[in-house]
């Protein structure tokens, strides 16, 4: 089993950057395909971006061109850098794993969940 644990959220105003980390503790996440999601208030997990363990990549429409998903070589931590930040993009951002196989957008498919990490971006 793999625990997972996020950091770097915070508050930032519009046009900045924040870079999430999740660290892995358990397991190396050599085996695992990993996904950024948030939840804003009253709405549903939504899917962010993911990476395989060869390292191929895919994300959501509204954030393309400004987050991008990496992971570390020794497979014990998962990066979110995030620019042009948006009002919008507000949330708790959780990190997620799932047993190999494609970055699917459906949180079902993960099999574990960080705490999550507050963004805030102001207008």
């Known amino acids: 089993q793999v625990q997972l644990a996020e950091s770097g959220g915070g508050l930032v105003q519009a046009g900045g950057s924040l870079r999430l980390s999740c660290l892995a503790s358990?397991?190396?996440?050599?085996?695992?395909?990993m996904g950024w999601f948030r939840q804003a208030p009253g709405k549903d997990r939504e899917f962010v971006a993911g990476i395989t363990k060869d390292g191929g990549t895919n994300y959501a429409d509204s954030v393309k061109g400004r987050f991008t998903i990496s992971r570390d070589n020794a497979q014990i931590a998962v990066y979110l850098q995030m620019n042009s930040l948006k009002p919008e993009d507000t949330a708790v951002y959780y990190c997620?794993?799932?047993?190999?196989?494609?970055?699917?957008?459906?949180?079902?498919?993960?099999?574990?969940w960080g705490q999550g990490t507050q963004v805030t971006v102001s207008s």
């Open positions: 358990g397991r190396t996440l050599s085996r695992y395909t």
């Open positions: 997620a794993a799932k047993f190999l196989g494609y970055a699917s957008f459906q949180p079902s498919d993960y099999n574990y």
